[in-house]
Nanobody, 125 residues
């Protein structure tokens, strides 16, 4: 069964940084649009960033724009999410998913396909 694997979560102080990584062993992430989502307990899952099959095709939610950067490592077959200036409200379980359309868009973010198991990010003093 194809599955994505997230890594890089942890505990960080406000203002700190973390880099999450999304990997897959049986599919090429380079051939898929990828979305990053997060979920706080009791709240709906939020789409926060995506990257299309073209590396310049990226988008961010208003809540993370200017602080988070999504990118691909083609050699490692990963999609990374660099998170800077973290805030307590960024605390959540972060998930990556393939998107059925090949481009990054609001529509694509409503069509996730293959998910990872999630990684916890906690921002706390």
């Amino acid at each position: 069964q194809v599955q994505l694997v997230e890594s890089g979560g942890g505990v960080v102080q406000p203002g700190g940084s973390l880099t999450l990584s999304c990997a897959a062993s049986t599919i090429s992430l380079n051939a898929n649009a990828i979305g990053w989502f997060r979920q706080i307990p009791g709240r709906e899952r939020e789409g926060i960033s995506c990257i299309g099959t073209g590396d310049g095709d990226t988008d961010y939610s208003d809540s993370v724009k200017g602080r988070f950067t999504i990118s691909r490592d083609h050699r490692k077959n990963t999609v990374n999410l660099q998170m800077n200036t973290l805030k307590p409200e960024d605390t959540a379980v972060y998930y990556c998913a393939t998107l059925l359309p090949w481009t990054c868009s609001d529509y694509a973010m409503t069509h996730p396909d293959i998910w990872g198991q999630g990684t916890q990010v906690t921002v706390s003093a």
